[in-house]
Each structure stands twice: as structure tokens, then as C-alpha cells.
């Protein structure tokens, strides 16, 4: 009813357009990561060395799917915990990644990553993996696949309902 | 039934715990959607799309055999065994472990858990084992209850040592700050379990019993259930809301259990459970 379809990448423009409890649709890709992948990735930071993806314009999904359904390319994939990534959310931010959806608020150091780097926080639905599932058109894994359901999968979605949790200016929802 | 049958039975009650929600939690989550229907604030919208993406999540995960949480959670199983069942101790932890990773499969649950918590987190692959606990009783009959606990509210758990001359008001506001500091994690609505005494382990350990109960069933003593109603006024009067987009309803259900404890304290556990307070059972005659 009161959702606007948005296309990813959002332009800046955009992003400088929304507040909090806007309600979006989302289409488009969206990069899958949560705390072991979030960890591996910073020590690559630390040490310098190459990182197994391009963190410029992306959109972080915090997400661990469940098995695969037999007629969706996907699983069960709601939300994590956002403030889990709290301790990694303002490196990636300072590397290039300017959107993360998650569940549940974010610490001071983030909301002041996402006002320097003119960002974006976004709340997905907790619990609603099944519903999330048939958003999703397709997924593959680009790193760390050892990891299991904490793989870095990049998927494309269509649909993807979201609310603005935290604004380019820092306003919160919380 | 042999240990895979029985491996076989309890996995079906498994994946229809991972896809079914009790009718009393059901009718609950509608009672708050209808609530916030119509309300016109930005919170309301919100609260009210969420509870109707719950209501659509729960008739997909049907439709499409998925869970309706990714997170299936940890399995912690209470299982009453009768002294003079068919069948082993052993053998019902070994057909409980075999049941989640059929359920896994079948129900194309996840992988949840890592063999070891702090190193290397290698995920068993397997979503089991299991936490386990046996109460003895007499008979044939096992009676096995179980919660598919997901972890983003059990990380919003605690344990509190309180003072024995404590207040039913400090009872109360403890637990209350302990909701507050968990605030839209846990995806609320929440059920709380508490549990009352015993040592600080069995205080937990019964505050995953409380969650046993149906969601609005109340404590048979009337003190205890009238505690009940006023921990869950308290918490709603937090204006956490549903998903945390603050409103004025966020307890789904608050249930007490308690058992006799030292001259010296008052152990108090807290076990917070998303919307997706998921159980099941399984009786083996």
C-alpha cells in the first residue's frame, strides 16, 4: 500500500531522500554476510591483503539462510541481529559499502559511519524467513563457503520489503 | 519402532514446530494486528505490516516446506521419561539427535550449530546435538517437549541473583530492565519465560520451562498469575512494540514458574523468545 519500489544501487540523491519508517520495496542485488564473514573480512582489512569481493556502493544483507526450498532458488531468509556487526559495520562503511539491512538498532559508532559516509540503515522483518524466500530470484556464494550458512552469497531480489531504520542524517527509528 | 522410526516420528514434530505456531500465539499475533490496523502514525504502519508479513510468513512456510524463521534455532528437549519405557535413555538421545538432521533435510531447516563455541566454530553440519534434560517419572510412557529456541532473543536472556527480602515491585522492574535492554533484538513481540529459585541454573532452566506453556495459559496459583498480568502490563508499558517500532504492545505472553530455594537468595531467570516462540511434542507410549 504505502511502499515505494526502489531500484539498487540507490543514487545518493536518493538515499538523501529517505526518512525513517519510509517503507520500501526492494529490486535488485544485495551481497549476504553475518558475523563470521564479517570477521574474516576484517582481518583481511587489518592485514591489507585483497578482499574476495568489491565493498564499493554495496548493500550488506545480515543473513544466514536456511536449506535450500525445493521449488525457490533459496531458503528460509530473514534478518539477523544487526548490532552483531556493530564492531565491523564502520570499517566496511569507510571501504565503500553504503547500505546494511538487519533487525534491532545500531551502536553510536555506526549511526556516525552512516552519517560520514551518507549511508543507510534498513530493518527487514525479523522472523519472516519463508516470506523473504519467495523475494529472492536468484543467489550464488562468492566467498568463504566453508562458512556454511555464514557464506557471503550474492543474491538479487524483487519485492524485498524493508523500513528505514536509520536515515543519511543519523535520525533512527529506536 | 526402532531407533530411525523414532528418529522418523520426532523429526516430523520438529519441521511442524518450524512451520506451525500454537493456535493460542497465533490468535494472539492477529489480536495485535487487528490493533494497530487502520492507525495512521508511522510506529502503527509499520507495527501492522510487520504482524501481517508474520501472517503471510507463516501460510509460505507451509506452502513452500521452509521454516518460517531461517533461524531454526538451538533444540532444547525436557524429556520425561517413564522408568519402565521400551526404550533407552540412549537410544531416545540418539533417535533426538538423528530427528534434527532429518529435520534439517526434510524440513530444509538450517545448520545451526558449531561443535565448539569459541576457536574454530566448525558447524556440525548436522543442527544437532541438541540440549537435553531428563526428568524421571513412573510408567511406560516417555513425554518429550521441546523448543526450537532461536538465538537472536536467547542471546537477550540473562540471569539475575536477587536479593531474598526482594519485592514482588523489584521482581517486576528487574525483569522490565532486562526487556528494556533488549528492546527490538529479540524480534517482538516476545514471549518471556522466568523462572523462580532453585540455583542459578535451575532459574534458568525453568524459565525455558515457562516457555513450555501455551501462550496465555496462566500460573494455576492465582499470585503467581496475577504476577503474570503485571509483568506483562509493565512490558507493554515500555513501548517497545512489535519489531521495535515502538507501540504499546510487545508482550505476547509472560509465564513464571518457580521451585523452592536457599535462606540466602533468589535466583531469577529470564528467557526472552521472539514471536516465533516455536515447541513442540512428542509421546512415546
Known amino acids: 500500500m504505502s511502499y515505494k519500489v526502489v531500484r539498487l544501487p540507490l543514487t545518493k540523491e536518493e538515499i538523501s531522500n529517505l526518512k525513517p519508517f519510509d517503507m520500501l520495496l526492494l529490486e535488485g542485488k544485495l551481497i549476504v554476510a553475518r558475523d563470521q564473514a564479517h570477521k574474516l573480512l576484517a582481518i583481511l582489512i587489518e592485514k591489507n591483503e585483497p578482499l574476495p569481493l568489491e565493498l564499493a556502493d554495496q548493500v550488506i544483507y545480515y543473513m544466514g539462510p536456511a536449506k535450500k526450498g525445493n521449488n525457490l532458488p533459496i531458503g528460509s531468509c530473514g534478518p539477523t541481529t544487526a548490532g552483531r556487526m556493530d564492531r565491523f559495520t564502520p570499517t566496511l562503511m569507510d571501504r565503500g559499502v553504503k547500505v546494511t539491512i538487519g533487525k534491532g538498532p545500531r551502536n553510536q559508532a555506526v549511526v556516525e559511519s552512516i552519517i560520514a559516509n551518507k549511508g543507510l540503515y534498513l530493518v527487514a522483518y525479523g522472523g519472516c524467513g519463508a516470506l523473504y524466500a519467495t523475494k529472492v530470484i536468484s543467489q550464488k556464494v562468492i566467498a568463504f563457503e566453508e562458512l556454511g550458512p555464514e557464506a557471503i552469497l550474492e543474491i538479487e531480489v524483487k519485492d524485498f520489503p524493508v523500513i528505514v531504520g536509520i536515515d543519511s542524517q543519523g535520525n533512527s527509528i529506536y | ?285
Open chain 2, 1 to 285: 519402532m526402532t531407533t530411525v522410526e523414532l528418529a522418523v516420528k520426532i523429526s516430523d514434530a520438529i519441521i511442524y514446530a518450524s512451520q506451525n505456531l500454537e493456535e493460542s500465539l497465533v490468535k494472539r499475533l492477529n489480536e495485535f494486528k487487528e490493533h494497530y490496523k487502520g492507525d495512521d502514525t508511522p510506529n502503527s504502519k509499520a507495527s501492522y505490516q510487520l504482524l501481517k508479513a508474520i501472517d503471510e510468513t507463516l501460510k509460505l512456510s507451509i506452502k513452500h516446506n521452509l521454516p518460517m524463521c531461517q533461524d531454526t534455532g538451538l533444540t532444547i528437549a525436557f524429556i520425561e521419561y517413564g522408568q519402565e519405557s521400551r526404550y533407552s535413555m540412549a537410544e531416545i538421545e540418539k533417535a533426538f539427535n538423528k530427528a534434527l538432521e532429518i529435520a534439517l533435510d526434510r524440513g530444509n531447516m538450517r545448520a545451526s550449530i558449531v561443535k565448539e563455541p569459541l576457536y574454530e566454530r566448525q558447524n556440525s553440519k548436522t543442527n544437532s546435538p541438541a540440549v537435553i534434560y531428563w526428568i524421571p517419572k513412573e510408567g511406560r510412557e516417555v513425554t518429550i517437549n521441546f523448543l526450537l529456541k532461536g538465538f537472536g532473543s536467547e542471546n537477550c536472556s540473562s540471569l539475575v541473583m536477587l536479593n531474598p527480602t526482594s519485592t514482588e515491585d523489584e521482581l517486576i522492574e528487574t525483569i522490565v530492565k532486562s526487556v528494556k535492554a533488549a528492546g527490538s533484538k529479540p524480534c517482538p513481540p516476545i514471549v518471556v519465560g522466568v523462572g523462580l529459585g532453585g540455583s542459578s541454573d535451575r532459574a534458568m532452566y525453568l524459565s525455558k520451562i515457562a516457555l513450555l506453556r501455551s501462550v496465555g495459559e496462566r500460573h494455576p496459583e492465582t499470585r503467581y498469575a496475577n504476577l503474570e498480568k503485571k509483568i506483562e502490563t509493565a512490558i507493554n508499558e515500555l513501548q517497545i512494540g512489535p519489531g521495535g517500532f515502538k507501540g504499546d504492545l510487545t508482550a505476547l505472553g509472560v509465564a513464571i514458574e518457580y521451585e523452592p530455594t536457599h535462606i540466602a537468595g533468589l535466583p531469577l531467570g529470564i528467557t526472552i523468545s521472539c514471536w516465533a516462540d516455536r515447541k513442540g511434542k512428542v509421546v512415546l507410549k
